[in-house]
């Protein structure tokens, strides 16, 4: 399959974006080589989230997303890194599908202590591609979550109560603005930007890639706990009473919830 060459409609105003999405889907089609992924390109994990696009566009490179071609059109669009979002429209859209699955390398500097690490890739390809290194990042928890929308939004890990959160683990962001131009934003070279993509997900341009602080991998206790519906209280208040009382920052319990089954799942580190 041949590598697809994309453009990218960079109204970051896309929600209220009122255009026709065919206009940008035509204009694409007729500058850009086609691809057979359309299908895929669609698909989410959870239903809530999924929407059938117009087309679908992947860039290979950020070059590729400072391609303007069709930004008078005023379609809607949405960016996709993996598309773990439970909710519609976060990452998917009527208009035109970005998919970022092509930004999928990472490079680690052991002088420096970080790890450039593209967007597209999924967490559990970052931690292996990582592992021989002996060093980690602080990211996501469940294999196949892709890496924009955890470093873009927050996101706990299994080592918040030692590093922070995951976006306090960013030193610098490889952006792609609304005005096509091409930035690398650390705290030093523009604060107001920098504090801004904490959270923000994708309202201040698309991030191509996150150069992030690495530290040393370390042998760890994982236990997977699960408790019947009716004990649901109880397990709240012991998870609340440990958040507020426990001293050792190398733990950490991050619950989660099934919808069948009757039970209420979590996950300790010690």
Known sequence: MRPVIVALILLFSAILATGTPNLACNTLQNALPGSDEYTEDNEHDFVSSSEVSTCSVQPESAANLQVVACDNTRSPFAIKSGGHAFVLGFSSTPGVQVLLSRLNDLTYDAASSVAKVRAGLTWDKVYAQLLPSGVKVIGGCAPGVSVGGVLLGGRYSYFTNQYGLSINNIVAHDLVLPNRTFVVVTEA???????????????????????????????VWVALVTYPISSADTVHQVIADWSINNKDSKGAVIPFYLSSGGIISSKPII
């Open 189 to 219: 070279s523009d604060p107001d930007i920098f504090f801004a993509l904490k959270g923000s997900f994708n309202n201040f341009g698309v991030v191509t890639a996150f150069t992030l602080k690495t530290y040393p991998q370390m042998d």
